[in-house]
């Protein structure tokens, strides 16, 4: 199915270990976005990208990097993990005109 | 900063109502959309209405937007128990090159079948 998919779904990570979100879109799409959801916050936007080698920062993009060396693909990277970091990260993206495709997000918990 | 600020926070209502709600931004946009979360999911995209745009409809669906005020209302009518979820207003604060979007804190809808 055509779409947004990241992986991993869940993951725990012990404080200061890092790890690399992925998220893969098959539309074809020019901009990619990283955000962040948390309870009473919304969603919040850490890092985004126009196009193929470009990135960047959102609203809230310390402690986190990103690449987009593939149209397809952006990566969100945690060079070490802070408690701070526990949330829900979804990636969107979209085409020049028309709203976001969202994947089903990662859940990810800092211990 | 939230751009988008919805309200109510929540909404409780029986099944075959309308249910309304509004959302309110500080920034001049070129457009505003509107989202909705099912629990655990990610966002869907329900519809989109251009700042030149005073109301837009979508199935069940009615979205008007006043720039003047700032203010944008979705409406859901005939309301079904599946359209129990949270529902985000996002505006693009202006920015057009970026497509980056800024959403409110959302409104979590029941509907009670």
């Known amino acids: 199915n055509a779409g947004v998919t990241q992986t991993p779904k869940f993951r725990v990570l012990k404080t200061g270990q890092s790890m690399t979100l992925l998220c893969a879109q098959d539309m074809n799409h020019e901009y990619m976005y990283w955000y962040r959801q948390d309870p009473g916050m919304g969603l919040r936007l850490i890092h985004y990208?126009?196009?193929?080698?470009?990135?960047a920062k959102g609203e809230v993009p310390d402690g986190y990097n990103v690449s987009r060396l593939k149209k397809q693909n952006f990566l969100l990277g945690l060079e070490s993990a802070a408690p701070s970091q526990t949330s829900v990260y979804f990636c969107?993206?979209?085409?020049?005109?028309?709203?976001?495709?969202f994947g089903s997000g990662t859940r990810l918990t800092v211990v | 900063s939230q751009q988008g600020e919805e309200d109510p926070q929540a909404l409780s209502i029986q099944e075959g109502e309308n249910a309304t709600m509004n959302c309110s931004y500080k920034t001049s946009i070129n457009n505003l959309q509107w989202y909705r979360q099912n629990s655990g999911r990610g966002l869907v995209h329900l519809i989109l209405?251009?700042?030149?745009?005073r109301e837009k409809h979508s199935g069940r669906l009615r979205v008007t937007l006043d720039t003047s005020k700032k203010s944008s209302s979705l409406l859901i009518t005939a309301s079904r128990a599946a359209d129990t979820a949270s529902y985000f207003c996002a505006t693009d604060g202006g920015s057009s090159n970026t497509g980056k979007l800024i959403f409110g804190q959302g409104t979590t809808l029941q509907v009670k079948p």
């Open positions: 969107a993206s979209r085409p020049q005109r028309g709203g976001y495709t």
């Open positions: 209405i251009r700042s030149n745009e």
């Open positions: 990208s126009v196009g193929e080698g470009t990135t």
